[in-house]
């Protein structure tokens, strides 16, 4: 019964619902925005606000396009057909055999007919965009003598500007790293996807592992171990003194209440606390756990359907029972069960991405945490903070393997006749130092 209400789950997560977040990919990667589909949500493309209504529903993956409405401006689906998949490979079959070039041709403004009033009229008289391209393409001058690369960059370059389109996106880990470090790339301590890859990949983070992380990039790290566990095993975000790291973008990625549960919060301070602890010390840590999830808020209530026999046994009488229900927030408090087992065992690995603090201070303090011949990766912008938390883990013995990778990541553009390194790409993804923990026989076996 729970594997097909598993599917049934799996199969809801491929389609939109009202309340989930969403990625928008509007005109093909020139603008990406997060949103949260309600009834109200708009998202504004040039000067125009859109409702996001219509794209509750839909599978991720759709493409809206922005038509005029009965009641103004909305986003219209657009379901592919095969005619517009031949005409894409026709068109890419006359790329293949272009033979003329634009050597006479003079950019002076004069070849378009067409003026601004005369547009503002197709508006004012319902056309669509892609009309409006049309009429464009109709009375420009030199659009029948360029090659058909350039047609196809003047076409490109007009329905974006009058017929834009929405992708709608599915945020995932790779989506949501790629559009922060376009956007706002200090959010995340300018972490890179190839460099996300490389730390899940080299503290072999799989199914079923406690993984130890202290991220401090936003909840990026904590949200893509999450995201590859998949609801087995735990991820244990650690943080220094009473204040923990925030977590905003966990809540982007939509994960359901199953993965939720397996994303805890814990100060350092109570792991590196003796398994009877220090009485006032558990004290304060339960007093500001109080204070980050106070009781008096109010819990969602469900009414739930039961069947009540009445007295001649017939049990067809049905009423309702309101229930109170508490969703599965990520960051709850871990549990003690989970505290003494990782005590007694140890992580499976460490994650560490604190840009504001110092790699070796911060290593050395979670370390002692980590299982015997497990992996910990930290990850830093700059190389020398890590070249000397490096140095100090070898004088100190405490680790074996210890290596510092530089991540370098190239994008091509693949098309007929086109293909390419892209002109623009970033220089430097950060370093990554990695290694496995020593055992040392002066600490207790984990």
């Known amino acids: 019964m729970s594997t097909v209400n598993q599917e049934i789950s799996n199969q809801k997560r491929r389609i939109t619902w009202e309340g989930c977040s969403v990625l928008l990919d509007i005109n093909d990667g020139d603008r990406f925005v997060f949103s949260?589909?309600?009834?109200?949500?708009?998202?504004?493309?040039?000067?125009?606000?859109?409702?996001l209504q219509p794209l509750i529903g839909c599978p991720f993956g759709s493409v809206?396009?922005?038509?005029?409405?009965?009641?103004?401006?909305?986003?219209?689906?657009?379901i592919s057909t095969a005619e517009a998949g031949n005409t894409e490979d026709k068109r890419e079959c006359a790329i293949k055999d272009e033979s003329r070039d634009n050597r006479a041709l003079v950019d002076n403004n004069t070849a378009q007919t067409l003026t601004g009033e005369d547009i503002e009229g197709l508006r004012r008289q319902g056309a669509s965009g892609n009309e409006i391209v049309e009429a464009l393409i109709a009375n420009s001058v030199t659009f029948e003598n360029k090659t058909s690369f350039s047609q196809e960059k003047y076409r490109l370059k007009k329905q974006k500007k009058y017929a834009p389109k929405v992708l709608l996106r599915r945020p995932i880990s790779r989506s949501i790293c790629d559009t922060y470090f376009k956007k706002y790339p200090s959010r995340i301590g300018f972490l890179r996807v190839d460099t996300l890859s490389l730390l899940l990949s080299f503290a072999n983070v799989t199914a079923h592992s406690d993984v130890?992380?202290?991220?401090?990039?936003?909840?990026?790290l904590t949200g893509a171990v999450a995201e590859r566990l998949g609801g087995t095993g735990y991820v244990c975000n650690a943080y220094r003194g009473d204040s923990p790291y925030s977590l905003e973008i966990v809540r982007i990625f939509n994960f359901c209440d199953e993965v939720n549960k397996r994303i805890v919060r814990l100060p350092l301070a109570e792991l590196s606390a003796s398994q009877i602890g220090d009485s006032k010390e558990i004290d304060q840590l339960q007093a500001a756990s109080?204070?980050?999830?106070p009781a008096n808020q109010s819990d969602p209530v469900t009414m739930e359907e039961t069947t009540v026999s009445s007295e001649d046994g017939n049990p067809n009488t049905k009423t309702f029972v309101s229930k109170v229900h508490k969703a599965a927030k990520p960051g709850e408090k871990a549990s003690e069960d989970a505290i003494k087992l990782w005590k007694e065992n140890g992580f499976s690995s460490v994650i560490i991405a604190a840009p504001d603090v110092d790699a070796?201070?911060?290593?050395?303090?979670?370390?002692?945490?980590?299982?015997?011949?497990?992996?910990?990766?930290?990850?830093?912008?700059?190389?020398?903070p890590?070249?000397?938390?490096?140095?100090?883990?070898q004088v100190e013995k405490m680790a074996i393997g210890l290596q510092i990778t530089e991540p370098w990541l190239r994008e091509y553009q693949v098309l007929p006749s086109r293909t390419h390194p892209h002109m623009q790409m970033s220089a430097c993804g950060g370093y990554v130092?990695?290694?496995?923990?020593?055992?040392?026989?002066?600490?207790p076996n984990k």
């Open 433 to 443: 130092l990695s290694g496995t923990k020593l055992y040392n026989g002066d600490q």
């Open 290 to 293: 109080s204070i980050d999830n």
């Open 64 to 78: 809206f396009q922005v038509e005029n409405g009965t009641t103004g401006p909305c986003l219209s689906r657009v």
């Open 212 to 220: 130890l992380v202290v991220d401090m990039i936003g909840g990026l």
């Open 360 to 384: 070796w201070s911060i290593i050395k303090e979670v370390l002692p945490f980590l299982s015997f011949s497990a992996p910990f990766v930290i990850y830093h912008q700059y190389l020398q």
């Open 36 to 51: 949260r589909l309600t009834a109200g949500s708009i998202v504004k493309i040039g000067n125009k606000t859109y409702p």
């Open 386 to 393: 890590l070249a000397t938390c490096m140095r100090n883990l």
